[in-house]
């Protein structure tokens, strides 16, 4: 069995819902570590997939302002990032290009994966941000910055999404390590690849006199690009490591 670890950090503004997420996922009586220097808990769980065995570091920070000059070591050596905004407060989801700027440069340009998290989506009544407006904010922070996004709902509150969520980070940063021979993750309902969902709309739109590309050839192009994406995010981790070596 292989053995995995795997830094992922949460980031968002305050009161967005990160510790509660991150407790929700870990359960009852796991161990944490709280770094008052950057302001910052982190607690690990393990997990099994087919032949692999994942640890995560789950780090989670506190946001106050006072902290931001020290922050940077948060971000040192995280494989993934949960980005997480409150779908009541349409600010708080703006606010995650700051985050995001943050945190690709805090790690160094290392993260290999992004997700954006929607939480609280059991306040129905409140809520403020729709998934059409989340998925159009998702989209442009594509463009900006030329990373991928996933995009999710979740509820800490009723557990919604939290365990899929994790699962499904688990199933990408094994596929950008190169391990291919994994299940996917069978409940990915409501984990929406952002590109996919936006590539979709642009097929709809054609310009004239241009053929238009069948869904399955889409979805063919679709999974050539990602296994090209993988294979360039494994060239940047070995070339990350021999730099690191020659240092
Ligand atoms: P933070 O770590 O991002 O700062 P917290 O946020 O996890 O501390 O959560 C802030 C508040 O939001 C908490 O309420 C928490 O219970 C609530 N909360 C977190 N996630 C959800 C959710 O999915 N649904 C609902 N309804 N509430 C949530 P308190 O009152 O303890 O401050
Ligand atoms: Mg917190």
Redo the contacts with the bound molecule.
Sequence with gaps: MRKWNFKII?A?????????????YMGKGFQESYLKTIGADFATKKIEKNEEQITFQIW?L??QDSYQSVRKSFYKGATAAIM?F?CQDPKSMTNLSNWIEEAIEGSNNGILSYFVVA?????EESRRVSRDVALEFCNRLEIETGIRFFYCE?????G?NIKETFDFLAYRLLLANNIKDIDPPIETDGIIDVKEAMGTKQITETPAGMEAVSRDEFDELVVKVEKLEDKLNTLQTILKQIVNKLK
């Design positions: 949460l968002g503004d305050g009161a967005v819902g990160k510790t509660s997420i991150r407790e929700r989670d506190g946001g997480v409150d939480n609280k989506v059991d306040l979740t509820s800490a509150l009723t919604q």
